[in-house]
Nanobody, 127 residues
Framework: QVQLVESGGGLVQAGGSLRLSCAASGRAFSTYTMGWFRQAPGKEREFVSAINWSGGRTYYRDSLKGRFTIFRDNAKKTVYLQMNSLIPEDTAVYYC????????????????????WGQGTQVTVSS
């Protein structure tokens, strides 16, 4: 397993941008599919985005396409989530997750398939 530490959260006005980072420690980071999830107060955790081991395949929650971008730097063992045009509804704790070598049949939008999770970083968007 890898250990994950998120950073980059904070308070931003609507329309602003934030870039979240998730730094991994441990071996074989480049073999992990990485995901971002979020959980707003009183709501269930939801899938935000994911990226395969090479960065060649990315996945997004439909409602976030065009505003959020996921990318990774395997040399730095870090995955990023660039969030633009933020709206108050984006307010949540954002979690990074890692899945070692997922099978083709795995649904990478499901949190249950991930092996490791970070502690989360708070994002608050003010109106």
């Amino acid at each position: 397993q890898v250990q994950l530490v998120e950073s980059g959260g904070g308070l931003v006005q609507a329309g602003g941008s934030l870039r979240l980072s998730c730094a991994a420690s441990g071996r074989a980071f480049s073999t992990y599919t990485m995901g971002w999830f979020r959980q707003a107060p009183g709501k269930e955790r939801e899938f935000v985005s994911a990226i395969n081991w090479s960065g060649g395949r990315t996945y997004y929650r439909d409602s976030l396409k065009g505003r959020f971008t996921i990318f990774r730097d395997n040399a730095k063992k870090t995955v990023y989530l660039q969030m633009n045009s933020l709206i108050p509804e984006d307010t949540a704790v954002y979690y990074c997750a890692a899945r070692f070598a997922p099978k083709e049949s795995d649904d990478i939008t499901l949190g249950t398939i991930y092996d490791s999770w970070g502690q989360g970083t708070q994002v608050t968007v003010s109106s």
